[in-house]
């Protein structure tokens, strides 16, 4: 087993993996975000459930050690690439036989890093650790719970900042669509499904998905920048 996670196909395999399960993640976070768009109580009575539910914080340090194995193995595998890769390699070429975001992943996945350790830092770290004003507790049907409307409706429509903020989100939504433009399909042609056939399906899954995503979070900060 050890032979296999040190081998090309093997850190490729868990990089695969890890990367799936986080393009499910995504999907997931993002239904519970957009309840954002219906109000103070929708989103709160979504959050808190996030909050509370067992199997939901077993799988957040699960998510975190996905996360960490995705980014070592990306960094390996692209050092790897750049080591291998010959000098005198043909950019024209390069650029005919891949796209623009297969060529950045690496890059994608640096500023698609940056984004959600900010990310992390205004929401995720206030929620479970330093906590904040805006979180005080409200009553929502009978039953007391954070105000977590308030903490990111407040980074949003904050006077000072909110309206660099939202761009910064919004930018940090592309970003990640670029990048699962590529990782979807290549994901899933490490475990087989190569054939032009089905890479032509995959690639369309793909960015259907990956645009679903960028637009989902984008409306967000846009919502917020609109209507409030």
Not at 23 to 33: E, G, K, Y
Not at 48 to 67: D, K, S
Not at 142 to 147: K, L, T
């Amino acid at each position: 087993m050890s032979g296999f996670l040190k081998s090309s196909v093997g850190q490729k395999f868990l990089m695969s993996v890890t990367g799936l399960f986080l393009i499910v993640f995504l999907a997931v976070h993002l239904t519970a975000n957009l309840f954002l768009l219906f109000g103070d109580n929708a989103f709160n009575t979504v959050s808190h459930f996030m909050e509370t539910n067992p199997l939901i914080q077993i799988m957040q340090p699960v998510l975190a050690l996905g996360f960490i194995i995705h980014m070592i193995y990306a960094a390996i595998l692209t050092l790897q690439n750049m080591k291998a890769r010959p000098q005198s390699y043909n950019k024209f070429e390069q650029g005919h036989s891949s796209t623009w975001a297969s060529r950045n992943m690496f890059i994608l996945g640096a500023l698609v890093l940056i984004f959600l350790v900010i990310h992390i830092m205004n929401f995720f770290w206030k929620m479970k650790v330093s906590g904040s004003p805006l979180l005080a507790e409200v009553d929502v049907d009978g039953v007391m719970m954070h105000n977590s409307y308030a903490l990111v409706a407040g980074l949003f429509t904050n006077a000072d900042f909110g309206l660099v903020y939202s761009i910064f989100y919004v930018l940090g939504a592309i970003f990640l669509g670029l990048h699962l433009h590529h990782a979807f399909w290549s994901a899933l042609q490490t475990f087989g499904w190569s054939n032009n056939v089905w890479r032509k399906r995959l690639e369309v899954v793909g960015d259907v998905y990956a645009v679903i995503i960028a637009a989902g979070f984008s409306i967000i900060p846009l919502y917020f920048l609109i209507f409030m």
